[in-house]
């Protein structure tokens, strides 16, 4: 059985989509594969493996990212509910420099979005009761996290629903400064 993947616009930004097999009994499927994700992430390496509830539709959650020697791959799948997934791009010398792309991640679906280094990651509640699990090929440390606010006018995300909840720590990221020039790698 094989992973299907598909690249998004953002450079490195790749939906991993999960056939099913079903029969009477139920069905199967891949989440993971070494070998097929290995020409997506460098150093395929996971570390770390989070997994997130969230109650409300219209929650966000995001944007966030790690630095240095902190810097990961994420994969994030949702595993119960639906999700609109936005990925921004915060490198330096990327061609996508500061814009986004959003994939709708969905049990229904068996998606998943593998997010490089150097881009934050945030999602809207599409659905009360959605979970996620993500994969990290990094620890996390706080010294080494970043994050830009969810409604940064310079990066003009269209949430689809309005925010119902936010944390205090996600309202309080700030929004990037004029002088952004991006994130070395």
């Not at 953002?10 to 070494?34: H, T």
């Not at 969905?106 to 659905?127: D, M, T």
């Not at 440390?141 to 689809?160: A, F, M, S, T």
Request: some cysteine.
């Amino acid at each position: 059985m094989q992973l299907k993947c598909d690249e998004k616009p953002i450079n490195g930004v790749v939906e991993i989509l999960s056939p099913r097999l079903g029969d009477a009994r139920g069905s199967f499927s891949r989440w993971f594969c070494a070998e097929q994700l290995c020409p997506h992430i460098e150093n395929l390496s996971f570390r770390q493996m989070n997994h997130s509830e969230n109650f409300l539709k219209g929650t966000v959650r995001g944007l966030h990212y790690q630095l240095g020697p902190q810097r990961e791959y994420k994969i994030v799948r949702c595993i119960r509910g639906r999700v609109s997934d936005v990925v921004v791009d915060l490198r330096k010398t990327s061609d996508t420099f500061l814009q986004h792309t959003t994939v709708v991640l969905c049990a229904a679906k068996n998606n998943a979005l593998i997010i490089p280094p150097g881009c934050a990651h945030g999602f809207q509640v599409l659905e009360h009761d959605s979970q996620l699990l993500y994969l990290h090929t990094a620890d996390y440390l706080p010294n080494y996290e970043g994050g830009v606010h969810p409604n940064d006018p310079k990066l003009n995300i269209q949430w689809p629903l309005p925010i119902t909840e936010i944390s205090v720590r996600d309202n309080e990221l700030p929004k990037l400064p004029g002088y952004f020039k991006g994130l070395s790698l």
